[in-house]
Structures are given as structure tokens and as C-alpha cells.
């Protein structure tokens, strides 16, 4: 059975003049990303599909540089809509993301409903799944709410942010993995940082 990776951004610079879709990765995830060269869990995989936010896309472009394989856009995969507040300083915006996993089947200050966003990363995975070689290894490259919802899906977890990337040990700055069976049966690993995968 084949594996998937999920794979949240490394750290991003923040500006909150610009959409926070439009973010790109700071020094300090670039620099953790080109740290992952030659990493044996990485040379398993031979596809690698983003999510079409900026952040994303610059993760899943240098590793792809790092394997010579393309990046397919899955614009699907994108992080929950927060666009009804646009950027909110940390500790508001930790307040409101709290809200948001405590509440799934509610819109948190305009904030697409967990459960919706859930559903909207599932059901992309699942497309992109089907039509995947049975033995090959993928990447999915994301963000750490969305991916959180899917690996609470997965591992049959309720939506709770005690599964969420720094809750379970992962880099609070992201760039943290999970994965499971690409037929989608099985949560082989929960959040962990990248740089720790062999």
C-alpha cells in the first residue's frame, strides 16, 4: 500500500498589508526546507501536489527542485477561509482558531465552518488519491489547520485542536508531516517535524 505524506508550510513572512494567501516563506522555512535534502522519507515520493496558496506552492517548488519532480496545484487544498477577517494579531488570531476547532458546525466571525473545510480537503485528497499509482509515495503540501481536519478525518478523531501541529509536538512555525495509506484506511503517523523524519 502506497503512502501519503502531509506536509504544512515551514514559517512564512508575515505582512499584514497583503493577503494572508499571498504569504511567502521566510528565510528560516526556506532554510529548513533545503535542510531536507537527501532525506530518505522524502526520496520515496515521485508526486507531489499543493495547495495554490503562495506559502505552499514555494514548499512544494523547492522540494520538487530537490527531487527534479513537477508540482501539480490543487486549488481545493487551500487553508480555511479566513478572509472575512483578514490578518489578526497572534493572540486574537490563536483565540478565534481555538473558536473555530471547539465549534466545527459554526462560522467563527465569518471563518469557513470547520466541518465545511474539512469536507473541502477530504474530498480533494480523495480525487487526487484515486486516480494515484498504487506503489508510489505522494506528498501533499499544505497548511496546519486543514491538515489537521483531514488527519482528524483519517484517524476517525473528532475535530478538536488537541490534534493540531504544536499540541502533538510538531513546530509551532509548521513544517511539520503526517501520513497514512493513500487509500485513505489507515493514519500511520500523527504531526511531526520534519527535520525528525529519517
Known sequence: MAIAYYLSHPQVRVDPATPVPDWGLSDTGRI?????????????VDRIVSSDENKAIETGALIGAMLDWPVEIMPDMHENDRSATGFLPPAEF???????????????????????AQARILGAVRRTLADHPGDEAILFVGHGGV??????????????????????????????????????????????AMEELA
Open 32 to 44: 529548513r526546507l533545503t535542510a531536507l535534502r537527501g532525506r530518505q522519507w522524502l526520496g520515496q
Open 147 to 192: 491538515g489537521t481536519l483531514l488527519k482528524c478525518a483519517i484517524a476517525g478523531d473528532p475535530i478538536d485542536r488537541r490534534h493540531d501541529q504544536a499540541a502533538e509536538g510538531g513546530n509551532a512555525g509548521g513544517g511539520n508531516v503526517h501520513a497514512f495509506t493513500a487509500d485513505l484506511s489507515k493514519s500511520l503517523f500523527g504531526w511531526t
Open 94 to 116: 490563536e483565540a478565534t482558531a481555538d473558536r473555530f476547532f471547539a465549534h466545527p458546525d459554526q462560522s467563527v466571525r465569518g471563518w469557513e465552518r470547520a466541518a465545511d
